[in-house]
Structure formats: structure tokens, C-alpha cells
């Protein structure tokens, strides 16, 4: 058996068979109630995969809880070759039935924690995809999709970030995010694993505060929301160096805190579609990323992100042609992000390619640039711009009392710019700005609501 | 404890985790994610505050339920019961 560290695995089962082989009795997963050794996981990987061989069933879903438990039956169903879909296991429960239906699961993992009975959304159709994972993506500019990821990717991905950010046997990578968003699962735990580290595994939300200064982890991945709440809370543990950022625009001020208090910080971009990330940052400054060696990252005429990777691309949406052919195109993922190579040669992400405006006069508008620029007189303040009628308008969190104040703060601004990129409108609703659950801001929801609500006033 | 008892033990705890909600009039009805200063990670820091509070345990999934402030104290009041 090789058992170098440039061996990409082939699956879950070679990655922990290669784990257990070299560092049998260091520790591989801890949580609330104990901890296991990488012999000891493989071990009960095996178990659940007993289990699932004589199961008959195909495709497992699973209500995931980011427990122990859930572990092994991921691990112990993919070795088993059953097709698997991870679910939220928060979502209304209508919505988990039709997902259900939609992923042609026959089993399901967590039904304990519903109040309806699911089995009758189980059985109905026939796996496309054995031994594949099928994850849901947020979806920031549409609803929902199942994205195809091999076992092979995810594990390329994961040796991705080994590559760029390696983890040692002694460190402990803290498992916060959620198993069923591809980052949470790429870079929460595969990472952890593949680079032999231990992974914790977090209590859930209610526990986000507490974690850290019960496992004492040296490394974290998370979502700029979540480390708002932590810094917040002053949460950090002592031994924490390395927190890896992704899922999500991230505030400035947040990586800048970080450094404050001595912990470095990598920011990650990358898609569900990509097996999660593509690139990372290295170096001081947090937005400009390395490509990873499984990725080819160039520019298309109008700067959006192309991305080719034999091994961590996506097979497809499921069961949705028509929709993987409208992105991926003769194995190039058309990502709809827009970016920039810096005279470093490292990538930078300068916002969507829906995101823009175009002008009667061709004259384009990034929507994020514009964003920033308004920042710089509305500090501390949660917006969004968005498109209406061709125009851009300022949809803000704030009370209607404060629109005078808001318009004072930016016509400095917009004397500055020509007529037809000044806000044309303000819209101000005290609620925070709707987001995925990785922070991202969901301006499509945004739009229905100013389009459905306001101009009906 | 009465509901009312409840419902001013809830508005105390929503204030001190959120203090951005302090000038907000928060009544049964206020719907939490859109008529109030309170986010995700606020509602998460709230929910842990009120179960320690109250010695009871709302499960995860109930926090998607929970729609008003209404809705967190009857939710409280049936684990109380």
C-alpha cells in the first residue's frame, strides 16, 4: 500500500484504511461522550457498512445532526455503495418529504427526530448515482438544487486544502458547520481526517459559544456569520491558530480581528459544484487566493471564473440534465462569479455575473464594487443593491425615521456618479437582509420582496 | 409561573442578548425574523439563554417553528406544564 502524502484516496473507506494503517491509535474523532482512534472509526465504519450491504437498500438519506452517529453511517453507507443525500435536518418536514422523492431515497436516516411518518416519500424511484453524495445547494440566486459529488472528489478536495493548509496528527480541526453543506463537510471533517489531525465534532448551534473552549481545537472552518457570533462572544480558545473562512462574503473587519489576536486566517472560495474549494489564501492578505493543484481556474471575456478539475467536479445535478448543461460545458463549470488574477498571479473575487448591470450606454455596474463604495459612507450598516427597472436600488436594514439621515450620509456619493448609476431608490425594513445558511446574502429573495411588497404601496 | 410571567421573563432575556431590540416594542404578535433586530446567530444565543433559564430543552428543529414571540412563550409554557 502506498502511503505517501501526495496519494489521493479513491474513497471514504481508502481514507480511513490509510489513516488507520499509518496512525492507528492517535486520536481521529472526538465528541461530547468520547473519543474514538483512527483504528477504532475504521472499525465502526465497517460495522455500518455490514450493516448497510445487508440492508438491500440503494439510497440513504440523512437528517444530519453532525452527531457520531451520523459519521459513521455516512462513512459506513458510501463504503456500502448506496447513493446518499444529505439534508438539513431542520427543514420543514413537507420540504424533506420532496427532497425525498427528488433524490429516489428508499431509507432514511433521523426520521426519529420528525413528527410525520416518512416512509411513504421512500421507494419510488431508482438511484442514479450509487456511491455518490448528493448535496443540496443554498442557492443565492435560485431555489435549491441536488449536486452529484463522488467520494473521489470530495476526497480530492480534501487533499486540496491538505496541499495548500496542512493539518498535523497533533492538531484538532473543530467540526461547527453543518454535514450537509459541502464546505462544513469538505473542510469541518474530510480535511481534518485526510491530514490524520483529530476532529471534534461540535454540539450544534446551541453549543457555538462553548465549543471552542471545550475542545480546544487549533483549527476551525466556518462561515463569516458564525465568526461574527464567535468574536463576538469572545469564544476563541487560546490554542486556536488557523480559522478557515469560506461559504460567504466576508466583512473585512472580521479577518482583521482575527489577526488581532495572532490567529492566521485562510480564505477559501469554492463552490458545492467543485466539491467545495478551489482556492485559498495564503498569505497576509485574506482575499487573494492560491489555486488548488486539483483546479484550473481561468478568466472568461467578461472576467467570470471558469473552472476545469477532472477530479473534484460534480457529475451533475441530478436527475437534471438541461440544468448541468446550462453550467458545465464540455467539463468547464461557468461558475457566474467574476474574478481577477492580481500581478501576484492570485485570484480574487470581484463579485457575480448577475450581479451586474448593464447600461443602456454598455457601460456595465458590479453590483459588490458599487457596494463597497457605498460602505464607505454607510460603516457598520447591512445592504444590499439590486437591480429594478434597470436602475440600482438601495434595499437597507433601518427604520423608516432614518431615510433622511441615510440620503445626507450618500449624496456626497451620488453627486459623484453620472445619473445613471445614482440610487434611484431607498428601501428601508428593519429586518436583517434574508441570507443562506452560510451567510451568503439572497438578493433574489430580496427582490421578490421589494417587487411583491413595496410597489404595492 | 403564568403566561404573562413568562412572556416578560422572554422580553428580559430577548433584551439583554439583543440589545439592539431595546427600543422595540415586542409584542405576542411580533414576527421575530422580520420585525425585529434579531438575527440567526441572536435567536441561537436567545434560545440557549431561555432553555438555561427555564431548565427545559425546545429541540432543534422546533427553533424553525417558532415564527412570533408568541410562539417562543407558548413554547416555553408547554415545557413548563
Known sequence: MRTGVLERDADFLALLQRQAALRPERPALRFAEGCLTYRQLLDRVGLEAEHWLQSGKRCLALLCDGSPDCVFTIFGAAAAGLQLVLLDGNLPEEEIRRLLRAADADALWGQDSLEEDMTPALGGGVPQAPGSLLFFTSGTTGSARAVVLTQAGLCASAWNGSALLPLFPRDTLLCLLPLNHVFGFVCGLLWGLRCGACVALGRGPRYYGEDLKRFRPTAVSVVPTLLGFLLKRQALNEELKLVLIGAGDCPPALPAALKGLGIRVSFGYGLTETSSGVALSLGEDPYAMTVCPEDRVRLGEDGEILIESETCMMRGYYRDPAATAEVLQNGVLHTGDLGRFDEKGLLRITGRKKEILVFPDGTKLYLPEYEAKLRTRLPEREFAVLELEGSPVLYLRGKEEERGAVTAALEPLMRELPLARRLKALYLDPAPLPRTATGKIQRWIIKQKVVSQYDKN | ?81
Request: charged residues 30%.
Open chain 2, 1 to 81: 409561573m403564568t403566561r404573562t410571567e413568562i412572556y416578560d421573563k422572554v422580553l428580559e432575556i430577548v433584551h439583554d442578548c439583543v440589545p439592539e431590540t431595546e427600543e422595540q416594542e415586542l409584542k405576542e404578535s411580533t414576527v421575530i425574523n422580520t420585525d425585529t433586530a434579531i438575527d440567526s446567530m441572536g435567536f441561537t444565543l436567545i434560545i440557549c439563554r431561555l432553555e438555561a433559564v427555564f431548565g427545559i430543552k425546545i429541540p432543534d428543529r422546533q427553533w424553525q417553528k417558532l415564527y412570533t414571540v408568541g410562539d417562543v412563550v407558548t413554547a416555553i409554557e408547554k415545557r413548563l406544564k
